[in-house]
């Protein structure tokens, strides 16, 4: 299964500005950003440039 690696997130806005250094679940790729969810479980974009994908396991 593949995640999305938070590497940075310059913007203070951004919901995912508190899990630099941990994964999220990639949903997709939209054409302009990763799709993927919040812990929260809302549908939501991480930008291009503050993601990486990576291979996960099944456990995180």
Same mark, same amino acid.
């Given at each position: 299964?593949?995640?999305? &690696? /938070?590497? =940075?997130?310059?913007?203070? !806005?951004?919901?995912?500005?508190? &899990? /630099?250094? =941990?994964?999220?679940?990639? !949903?997709?790729?939209?054409?302009?950003?990763?799709?993927?969810?919040?812990?929260?479980?809302?549908?939501?974009?991480?930008?291009?440039?503050?993601?990486?994908?990576?291979?996960?396991?099944?456990?995180?």
């Amino acid at each position: 299964m593949k995640k999305l &690696l /938070i590497k =940075q997130c310059p913007d203070p !806005l951004r919901w995912y500005r508190r &899990l /630099i250094g =941990q994964t999220v679940p990639f !949903l997709g790729d939209v054409g302009t950003e990763y799709k993927s969810k919040e812990p929260e479980g809302y549908i939501n974009f991480v930008q291009y440039e503050d993601a990486e994908i990576i291979e996960g396991d099944e456990n995180g």
